[in-house]
């Protein structure tokens, strides 16, 4: 059984040969929950982004922030805080903290941590092993709130 | 208390729109119903319990006041049908037995308990009847006789305070409905009290997050026109957070069920309740 998933991901592996610089999420490294380095090597594009933090499916980060800019979309919870201005609170590394992994930053918060694939229990069949999002993705809603500016 | 400044600012913003639950009051066909009171004591983290009843629209609020208004009620009816049907082997009807089914009053306020040593809810007594006394086929936990057998039972309690026993024997199975209740579990590493003890009164992206309390049930949800058991809830939320869901009519559902019903202690049975 090992030696055949360990086939598969070497094949997966090399089918995405471009993102070879992409950083797994047991591997991604913290300071004081924040995340310097890109998960990707590749800037993210925050067009994508917004799409992902609306998305039911994705990010849902409406589920629990309002978000003036998404003033289309019809329901944002409030279950923490507005996202307005939130790139005058915080810098690139500490929201790719935030998104990666909350508990780094708010410890036992009830904000899900977007790019972890394991630790947590009982995950639906189809989840099993998987991060919510994809590094790209992660990198994506990071370059979006970066333009949730204020002042 | 882990105090929100985004709350505190939104409180003060705009006035009212964050307050948790609303202030309305319940009377059904004119009878009044407790949807507010102190927490018991062996709910540390709230001072007082709501039903669900209070964090709904005033729309979905209104269906519940009058059962001729109520959806439920059609569910109900079939089940005074089913009570005098015969079935099985034995040729028998509940009420070839029950004479009355109003002798169940007060029944809805005690279950889940413990019997001979297991905790039984509702449905495994309807579903002993139904094997051991009548010598037919248990009803499917969460299918259309079994919620219309438990709405119309429950009926017989609506108005009296929910009071279940979790000292004594029930000990054992309260502490694990708890331990349950404050565990994280699926992708989303969420647990029942994440969002039904730290935020209820705030919305979750469209839904007014309550206490998750089980006064009211089986309930009539607007979302899928049909009644809804108790573990058919609890797997719906532990599939929202991408959960695998404990088996309906399981011990660890028992348990919750257990310990949810105490949190809910001294609120009305409101059976069967309208929600969206």
């Known amino acids: ?151 | 208390m882990n105090l929100k400044p985004w709350i505190a600012v939104l409180v003060a913003g705009v006035a009212g729109a964050a307050s948790a639950q609303d202030s309305n009051t319940l009377s059904i066909d004119g009878e009044p119903m407790v949807t507010e009171v102190a927490a018991p004591a062996h709910v540390e983290n709230l001072d007082t319990i709501y039903s669900g009843w209070r964090f709904r629209s005033a729309e979905t609020q209104a269906l519940e006041t009058d059962d001729f208004d109520n959806p439920a009620f059609v569910f109900v009816d079939q089940g005074i049908d089913l009570f005098d049907k015969v079935d099985g082997t034995e040729n028998k009807a509940c009420s070839s037995c029950h004479e009355n089914v109003e002798d169940f009053a007060g029944l809805r306020t005690q279950l889940p308990r413990v019997q001979d040593g297991e905790l039984v809810t509702m449905e495994n007594l309807i579903n002993d009847c139904r094997t051991e006394r009548m010598g037919a086929e248990p009803w499917k936990w969460s299918k259309g006789p079994m919620t219309a057998m438990t709405a119309l039972i429950g009926l017989q309690s609506r108005g009296m305070p929910m009071n279940v026993t979790i000292d004594g024997e029930a000990a054992p199975f309260w502490e694990q409905g708890k331990e349950l209740y404050y565990t994280r579990v699926g992708q989303l590493d969420m647990s029942c009290s994440n969002c039904h003890e730290d935020n209820y009164g705030v919305m979750i992206r469209a839904d007014h997050l309550s206490q998750g309390q089980i006064n009211g049930f089986p309930t009539y949800r607007l979302k899928n026109a049909k009644l809804n058991s108790i573990h058919g809830r609890f797997k719906g939320c532990m599939k929202n957070i991408r959960a695998t869901p404990f088996a309906e009519g399981g011990d660890e559902f028992k348990a919750l069920e257990l310990y949810l019903a105490s949190r809910g202690e001294g609120l009305s049975v409101e059976t069967p309740s309208v929600r969206n």
């Open chain 1, 1 to 151: 059984m090992k030696y055949v998933l360990g086939g598969a991901f070497a094949v997966a592996m090399t089918a995405s040969a471009a993102f070879a610089e992409e950083i797994k999420p047991t591997a991604v490294s913290f300071v004081d929950g924040t995340v310097e380095q890109s998960l990707t090597g590749q800037a993210g594009d925050p067009a994508e982004g917004r799409k992902v933090f609306a998305n039911r499916k994705q990010g849902n980060c409406l589920a629990c922030h309002t978000n003036a800019d998404l003033a289309e979309e019809s329901f944002h919870g409030e279950v923490g805080p507005p996202m307005d201005g939130v790139a005058d609170r915080w810098n690139e590394a500490e929201l790719r903290g935030i998104v990666t992994n909350s508990k780094m930053m708010f410890e036992g918060t009830i904000m899900p941590a977007f790019y972890v694939d394991k630790g947590y229990e009982r995950p639906l069949e189809d989840f099993a092993g998987k991060s919510i999002l994809t590094a790209q993705q992660v990198e994506d809603v990071v370059a979006y709130l970066l333009t949730l500016k204020e002042q």
